[in-house]
């Protein structure tokens, strides 16, 4: 079963879809996860899936099922913010997160190749033909990969946690770096600033010796030079393209010894993104990730703790509208072109 939020014009409810059938409960009933009810006009917004599949896990956005030598993994479209899943899906968020990260499988593989296997639902297996329609354009079938248990994180400039610790310190990670820097410059070169992948909470941001202490040097260094590399590479296309890659985050994994590109890749989740004509070093920065969602939140008188408050559809709209923006903007297509 899999649950999508919808509002019509024949009247607002909530919509479970079945193999055998449509069912619908009433917007009075609670929501499988304690969202609020939201909904969105003529819109559809994917929460929650419940397919009848050994369920390995489910992330703040993803739902991952594990299919045996394979894995599936589902773009929901959840979005988070303070470590907490928000009480509002934002629309087709779920299919830019899933078409991005293809796009930039395919454009970084001269470079590294990823764990995906194919993104085309009509070559999946045979048990997963009944949910086509939810597959399609916001799942990929990848190999199961030995994640390496660091996140790899690029940063080209100063902004987020990293300008944080600059006050502070003067360093980012742990890595000197020029005095009198502002919030939104640009770096003098790009840095690798890893972090440790954390079940729940933030991630914490580790200096480079602790990686090598724990991966080895060989392993630390090469994830420090691919990571930089490939960071260097989508921050040049996206300045072609009149965006600015401030930061991002990889991960990566082993598959039959190789070293790959795994979970999701450059989707304005794991990264900052700029548009170039906006860019003014000195404060924040317009963007096309969930900034415009923080500062929305930073204005209720909400704990940052669950339940987490739903969004004004105002938001919602300007949210999903910079997501889509980000995807055309970067590969040159419209959203619709893929998820028609």
């Known amino acids: 079963m899999f649950s999508i939020t919808s509002g019509r014009s024949s009247g607002t409810r909530r919509e479970y879809l079945l193999a055998s059938g449509i069912f619908w409960e009433s917007q009075s ?50 979005i988070s913010a303070f470590d907490c899943i928000l009480g509002s899906g934002i629309p087709d968020k779920g299919h ?7 796009f930039w499988f395919d454009l970084l593989k001269p470079t590294v190749r990823s764990h995906l296997l194919t993104a085309d639902a009509t070559k999946y297996p045979r ?14 079938l990848v190999k199961k990969a030995q994640m390496v248990q660091v996140e790899c994180v690029a940063r080209g400039y100063l902004a987020g946690s990293g300008w944080k610790e600059y006050r502070e310190k003067g360093t980012v990670c742990g890595i000197p770096l020029p005095a009198g820097l502002r919030d939104g410059d640009k ?5 690798f600033t890893p972090a440790t992948k954390a079940q729940s909470g933030h991630d914490i941001n580790v200096p480079f010796r602790y990686v090598a202490n724990h991966l080895g040097v060989d392993l630390a260094g090469h994830l420090r030079d691919l990571t930089l590399t490939i960071y260097s590479q989508a921050a040049d296309y996206a300045l072609q393209r009149g965006i600015i890659l401030a930061d991002t985050k990889f ?33 924040p920065q317009y963007s096309f990730d969930k900034q415009y969602v923080r500062d929305y939140l930073e204005t209720l008188n909400w704990d940052k703790r669950l ?10 709209e300007k949210t999903s509208d910079k997501y889509k923006e980000a995807y055309s903007r970067l590969t040159g297509r419209t959203l619709e072109a893929c998820t028609g």
Do not use: C
């Open 29 to 78: 009933q609670s929501s499988p996860l304690g969202y609020s009810e939201m909904f969105m006009q003529q819109e559809e917004v994917l929460l929650e899936t419940k397919l009848p599949l050994p369920l390995l896990t489910r992330g703040k956005v993803r739902d991952v099922y594990d299919l045996g030598e394979t894995l599936l993994f589902i773009a929901t479209d959840r």
């Open 96 to 102: 830019v997160l899933n078409q991005m990260s293809l």
């Open 307 to 316: 339940p987490a408050p739903a969004l004004p559809q105002e938001i919602i």
């Open 251 to 283: 991960e990566f994994g082993f598959v039959d010894g190789e070293l790959v590109l795994a979970d999701e890749a450059l989707t304005p989740d794991s990264s900052r993104y700029w548009p170039t004509d906006t860019y003014q070093p000195g404060g």
């Open 127 to 140: 048990k997963l033909s009944k949910w086509r329609g939810l597959l399609k354009n916001r799942s990929m």
């Open 187 to 191: 770096l003098p070169e790009p840095v």
